[in-house]
């Protein structure tokens, strides 16, 4: 995948908001109560940049309940350890009915239905997907002996840092070969710098890194299984990209907004990370791994 080339500014921006952002996500990573806090976060501000783009394409989404159903899964899943209940199923039952009620509210409803349909699906997208870091943060099968092992690292800590680096590695891997030698483009639509090429150099770059970090952490998982999953985030990585970029056309903006320097809006820096946490959690749950 390519991208256009950074200026010296832009990337000493990129570089200094990395410094800062790692070790912060360190210690999220590591404390069960930091996890949750920051995806609830993220989650909030990744529902009102989402929805300020879409308002900026003309749509009328509901911030507020989409906010309120987008921390609502993230509470069912910091309960799930507490309860014999998926609680899941019983936000996403409250959300259709509430964020439909909310549209009988007296108002202009010419749109009504669109805005019920956007704020909704905003809402799960972020919310629910997002909510899985959560839910990777619970996993306890216990770690092999490893390099690591003298930083017990806790083992839910350890599959989140799976995610991240496989992630940004990848996207690292896919940019710096496909601007090098991308020559056919993967979407020329949707994102018109990102090529085959790309793709295939962040694709090995996920299986490697995935059976690195199975070494380095010492994950329960075999070297057939780790690169099963490095497939999976390979896959799931750049489908996120594209979702995300799919928003965005659909609404004539190039970046989802302003955060962070460098590297535009939260959900430029969570696009596929929003894919592959739910794909390694759930991979994982199901014995993919194994």
């Not at 202009?108 to 019920?116: E, F, G, I, P, V």
Request: hydrophobic share 50%.
């Amino acid at each position: 995948m390519v991208a256009q080339q950074q200026t010296p500014n832009s990337l000493t921006s990129r570089l200094l908001s990395v410094a800062i952002l790692i070790p912060l996500l360190v210690v999220a990573g590591w404390l069960p109560w930091a996890t949750t806090l920051t995806v609830a976060l993220c989650i909030a501000l990744g529902i009102r940049e989402l929805f300020a783009i879409m308002s900026h394409g003309g749509f009328t989404p509901r911030v507020g309940p989409g906010i309120a159903v987008g921390l609502a899964f993230a509470v069912a899943a910091a309960l799930r350890p507490f309860s014999s209940v998926d609680l899941t199923g019983f936000v996403l039952t409250l959300a259709i009915g509430l964020t439909l009620c909310y549209e009988l509210l007296p108002r202009d409803r010419t749109a009504s239905l669109q805005s019920w349909a956007l704020t909704l699906s905003g809402a799960s997208y972020i919310g629910w997907l997002l909510s899985s870091f959560i839910l990777l943060r619970q996993i306890g099968l216990p770690l092999r002996p490893s390099p690591l092992t003298p930083l017990a690292v806790p083992p839910g800590t350890a599959w989140l840092f799976l995610v991240f680096a496989t992630t940004w590695i990848q996207d690292s891997a896919a940019y710096f070969v496909g601007r090098t030698f991308g020559r056919h483009r993967m979407a020329p639509i949707l994102s018109p710098k990102k090529t085959w090429e790309g793709f295939a150099g962040g694709m090995l770059a996920s299986v490697v890194t995935t059976l690195v970090a199975t070494v380095l952490l010492g994950l329960p998982i075999s070297y057939l299984g780790a690169g099963m999953l490095g497939i999976a985030a390979g896959l799931a990585g750049p489908l996120g990209d594209l979702g995300e970029s799919l928003i965005k056309r659909q609404v004539g903006v190039k970046d989802s907004g302003h955060l962070i320097p460098g590297h535009g809006g939260i959900l430029d820096r969570m696009d596929s990370l929003l894919f592959v946490g739910p794909v390694i959690y759930y991979s994982v749950l199901f014995g993919l791994g194994a």
